[in-house]
């Protein structure tokens, strides 16, 4: 008989003292380098329908030191904070041994999630950010909005932030929260944008809003938002011009603002410049001229989970005020 094990169950709060900006932008890194370099599987996420939003699943697993596969079900409800006081993104990773199959952690998943889709940003944006960027523009202030802001400051040289909400209490509540930068909420996206070296989009819109007279040559884009067909941020015009780098082009092809790109015919496919793997492991370049807009497609991958969820178990295991758990063995 095999043995009962226990399996450690994380809050958010718990993730949240365990793991430190370093930590998650080492984590995305890990994950994009292990698919790279064929250690890493993330099969296409699947989609389920709610009454106001959406489920969505991803898995994916990676070999390090033992393979660890994750499984995420996220919720993604855009009036749960309006209309019931819950967070947009909810859910649980299972994080399990890739070689017997056990449970190893249940994790909340907000915090990964939220840190998780920063980080990549700031990846992103290592090689394809001019590296004196010194202004922002982050248009969606909610709490993806804040973590993409913190994630990029540690590593550009950001000065001034620029916020730019629908709901213009919402940026002014984020500007006020702002510490060691200058912070201003704008009216007009246009001029916001045309002033702005970096542009970080983390709306739920489902009609494009920014297009190709509002970015200045130079800048670099993060598309944020567009997690699912029906989200879209950026405009097909816009994409075309900008060279883009997906987190994993075929999914971006298929749910991200790529996919509105192909749809309407502005691009195609062999037109996108690289995966962030490639970036990664160095088989692409990242920015080469100042002039260059660069757009990063980002709809999230299970990379990322997996990736961060392993270091989350490692920090995690022989604290104290972690809850483990018996199962029972099956």
């Known amino acids: 008989m095999i043995p009962e094990v226990g399996t450690l169950v994380l809050t958010r709060r718990d993730i949240a003292g365990l793991m430190d900006p370093d930590d998650w932008l080492t984590a995305v890194e890990t994950g994009f380098r292990a698919s790279a370099e064929g250690r890493a599987e993330a099969p296409p996420p699947m989609q389920i329908g709610g009454l106001g939003g959406a489920f969505h699943a991803k898995g994916a697993s990676l070999l390090g030191d033992r393979l660890h596969v994750a499984l995420k079900l996220n919720s ?19 994080l399990c041994d890739g070689e017997t199959g056990r449970l190893l952690a249940i994790l909340d998943s907000i915090e990964v999630t939220l840190r998780r889709t920063a980080a990549a940003t700031a990846l992103a944006a290592r090689f394809l950010a001019r590296p004196d960027s010194a202004t922002i523009l982050v248009c969606g202030c909610g709490e993806q909005g804040a973590a993409q802001l913190a994630a990029l400051r540690t590593i550009l040289p950001l000065r001034h932030v620029r916020l730019w909400d629908r709901d213009r209490d919402r940026a002014a509540a984020l500007a006020r929260s702002v510490e060691g930068l200058e912070a201003e909420t704008v009216d007009d996206l246009a001029l916001a944008a045309g002033r702005s070296d970096v542009i970080v989009t ?129």
Do not use: W, Y
Not at 76 to 94: E, S, V, W
Not at 310 to 323: F, P, T, Y
């Open 202 to 330: 983390c709306t739920t819109a489902r009609a494009p809003f920014l297009g190709p007279e509002m970015v200045r040559p130079g800048a670099f884009i993060a598309a944020v938002g567009a997690d699912s067909p029906e989200k879209s941020e950026i405009r097909p015009e816009l994409m075309a011009r900008a060279r883009i780098v997906a987190d994993v082009v075929d999914q971006c092809a298929r749910m991200g603002d790529l996919h509105h790109a192909l749809a309407a015919g502005a691009m195609r496919l062999g037109d996108v410049h690289a995966g962030l793997a490639e970036l990664v492991a160095g088989t692409r370049p990242g920015r080469t001229r100042d002039s260059e807009i660069f757009l990063f497609d980002s709809t999230g991958t299970a990379l990322q989970d997996v990736a961060a969820a392993s270091i989350v178990l490692e920090r995690a295991q022989g604290r104290k005020g972690i809850l483990s758990v018996s199962l029972g063995a099956l």
């Open 76 to 94: 993604n409800f855009p009036a749960n904070p309006d209309r019931f006081g819950l967070p947009t993104i909810q859910g649980a990773i299972l």
